[in-house]
């Protein structure tokens, strides 16, 4: 189903954070990364280094080769923070490296669970923008690489929930109303049998942070790439519309209201702020914003403060190491500075 079947809903960054494509390819000639020494890891990034930044491709020459050995732990948690690798890929650095181009749009983790992982990221909801990239990339790695495939089962990946598309289609929601409605168990509980999954924000084995989930495809064996991402599109434009909804109500009720100019005021004049504090009051501001209780800030500002704030991303971009003291107060000067005063409007003024 085209996402021009959705007019009355094509502007969805109220909700959709984010999208996310990534497929896992294999090389035939090798083992599954977890059975390969630390030579022979060097060797598979070699192999795949070589075939990105000698390609014939347009954009081979914006990508910066990082080994990962070779990182500081701030450098490397940052990566994760910044959503571009995942956690399990830092778990182990050695003969692990990192192909990223300039915009960090596209990233491609070599010796992760499978030989590559080709991830392709954009804001809001562009799922066929993203595949047609992340596909662009697969194939042009494909012309130079020898990929693990079976004309049955299709691409063959070291976890089996993998094998078939290899492709994993993601999409980054906030979902505030839903979780204060106490809805998102049934939700879950459903979108299981439909062959997709919801997680927190870091993905598989994390808990949901600021209300924030990964709502991703979880068949990729026995169905076609277009097919997983129109059913993710499908059951998205669902859950946008009971976000909303729910959200009709909640916006009534002046404990939210009140919930919501709390957090702004603590945002603005807290000199001390932690991490997980900052990132609740960022949730429930963004759903003022939502809800239009506030007006005055750019979504796509809480989406950036959501990712600086992060401790290694926040010490990353200082270039040195902090106190858990002085995080929060650098944490809280960077908040402040971003937000600039909302305009409430009169209709959810607070009755003197």
């Known amino acids: 189903m085209s996402e021009k079947k959705f007019d009355t809903l094509k502007d969805v960054s109220d909700v959709v954070i984010s999208t996310r494509i990534r497929f896992a390819r294999n090389l035939r000639e090798y083992p599954f990364p977890c059975r390969l020494n630390d030579d022979k890891k060097r060797e598979v990034a070699s192999i795949v280094k070589s075939a990105v930044l ?49 915009d960090e749009s596209v990233s491609i983790m070599i010796n992760e669970e499978d030989h590559i992982r080709i991830q392709v990221i954009s804001q809001g909801m562009s799922l066929d923008s993203t595949y047609d990239l992340a596909d662009k990339i697969d194939t ?71 209300a924030i989930y990964q709502l991703s495809n979880q068949v990729t064996l026995g169905i076609s790439e277009q097919e997983a991402i129109n059913n993710l599109r499908d059951i998205a434009y669902q859950l946008v519309t009971q976000e909303r909804n729910s959200r009709e109500e909640l916006k009534k009720n002046i404990d939210i209201q009140d919930k919501v100019y709390r957090s702004y005021g603590i945002l603005q004049y807290a000199k001390l702020i932690s991490n997980e504090e900052c990132m609740q009051l960022l949730s429930n501001v963004r759903f003022g914003l939502e809800s239009q209780i506030l007006t005055g800030i750019d979504i796509s500002t809480i989406n950036r403060l959501l990712i600086e704030i992060q401790p290694a991303t926040l010490m990353k971009n200082i270039g040195k190491k902090l106190t858990p003291q002085e995080r929060d107060r650098i944490r809280a000067e960077l908040v402040r500075s971003a937000l600039m005063k909302p305009q409430v409007p009169s209709t959810h003024r607070l009755e003197e």
């Open 54 to 102: 000698d390609g014939h491709s347009a954009i081979s020459d914006r990508f910066e080769y990082i080994q990962m050995s070779e990182l500081t732990q701030e450098e490397a948690v940052s990566l994760v923070e910044r959503h571009l690798v995942s956690p399990e890929f830092i778990s182990e650095r050695q003969g692990r490296g990192l192909l990223l181009l300039d």
């Open 140 to 210: 042009l790695l494909d012309e130079q690489l020898n990929f693990a495939f079976n004309d049955k089962l299709g691409y063959l990946t070291q976890c089996p929930t993998n094998i078939g598309t290899g492709m994993r289609a993601s999409l980054m929601l906030h979902l505030p109303s839903l979780k204060e409605s106490g809805a998102m168990g049934r939700i879950s509980a459903s979108l299981s049998k439909l062959g997709l999954v919801i997680r927190g924000m870091y993905g598989e084995g994390t808990e949901p942070k600021a």
